[in-house]
């Protein structure tokens, strides 16, 4: 379910359940918003969408196989397609949703279990890659949402998880034999890491 909470207050304004007509969770898992609406990614293979105003779902579209991360840019949204729930035979694609129709207008392939998706500044749209866990191949990439074309695929960079905000990405690894991370930051604008430790003060 989606749980609508006050600013504020913190108290639950409403709980808005997601199941399939026979009773299965759609199983909810990220979000993005435009305008007056919400988006919804689930794991039964849908976007839900949800208008603010109303607080109920008014449209579902249908995307790949268990989408994670979601994005908006330049009219669309951008759906990582993981498979992640199908190991070793995941998903490899970013669904283009046009949001005016509220349709997917186009699959983009990328490496296998696309995760978490992020647009900067400019539009443009960073997707990161999990592969096989136990290979630890994990990767960035790069669309171009006027396009809607992958551009550049950064295989000097390892990525478990990011986040972006305006031109600055900041980018986690994780080694998961040494138990080790790291977390860096790239300029998107240039696309070239800018400091190698976000975490300066040697408290790490």
Request: net charge negative; proline share 2%.
């Given at each position: 379910?989606?749980?609508?909470?006050?600013?504020?207050?913190?108290?639950?304004?409403?709980?808005?359940?997601?199941?399939?007509?026979?009773?299965?969770?759609?199983?909810?898992?990220?979000?993005?918003?435009?305008?007056?609406?919400?988006?919804?990614?689930?794991?039964?293979?849908?976007?839900?969408?949800?208008?603010?105003?109303?607080?109920?779902?008014?449209?579902?579209?249908?995307?790949?196989?268990?989408?994670?991360?979601?994005?908006?840019?330049?009219?669309?949204?951008?759906?990582?397609?993981?498979?992640?729930?199908?190991?070793?035979?995941?998903?490899?694609?970013?669904?283009?949703?046009?949001?005016?129709?509220?349709?997917?207008?186009?699959?983009?392939?990328?490496?296998?279990?696309?995760?978490?998706?992020?647009?900067?500044?400019?539009?443009?749209?960073?997707?990161?890659?999990?592969?096989?866990?136990?290979?630890?191949?994990?990767?960035?990439?790069?669309?171009?949402?006027?396009?809607?074309?992958?551009?550049?695929?950064?295989?000097?960079?390892?990525?478990?998880?990011?986040?972006?905000?305006?031109?600055?990405?900041?980018?986690?690894?994780?080694?998961?034999?040494?138990?080790?991370?790291?977390?860096?930051?790239?300029?998107?604008?240039?696309?070239?890491?800018?400091?190698?430790?976000?975490?300066t003060d040697g408290t790490i």
């Amino acid at each position: 379910q989606i749980e609508v909470v006050d600013l504020h207050s913190g108290l639950s304004i409403k709980q808005i359940p997601l199941f399939l007509e026979d009773g299965r969770a759609r199983q909810p898992r990220h979000i993005a918003f435009h305008q007056d609406k919400a988006y919804i990614t689930c794991f039964d293979g849908s976007v839900a969408r949800l208008d603010t105003a109303q607080l109920i779902i008014d449209g579902n579209v249908q995307v790949g196989r268990h989408p994670e991360g979601i994005a908006v840019a330049n009219g669309k949204l951008y759906v990582a397609n993981s498979g992640g729930l199908d190991n070793p035979h995941y998903d490899n694609t970013v669904s283009v949703i046009d949001i005016a129709s509220f349709r997917e207008i186009k699959k983009i392939q990328v490496a296998d279990n696309p995760y978490k998706v992020y647009s900067d500044a400019q539009g443009d749209i960073y997707v990161n890659s999990r592969g096989d866990y136990n290979e630890m191949d994990y990767c960035l990439q790069k669309i171009d949402s006027q396009c809607d074309e992958l551009i550049k695929t950064f295989n000097e960079l390892q990525v478990l998880n990011f986040t972006i905000q305006g031109n600055i990405a900041y980018l986690y690894d994780f080694d998961f034999g040494s138990k080790s991370s790291e977390i860096f930051v790239m300029d998107t604008q240039s696309d070239q890491v800018v400091r190698e430790q976000f975490i300066t003060d040697g408290t790490i």
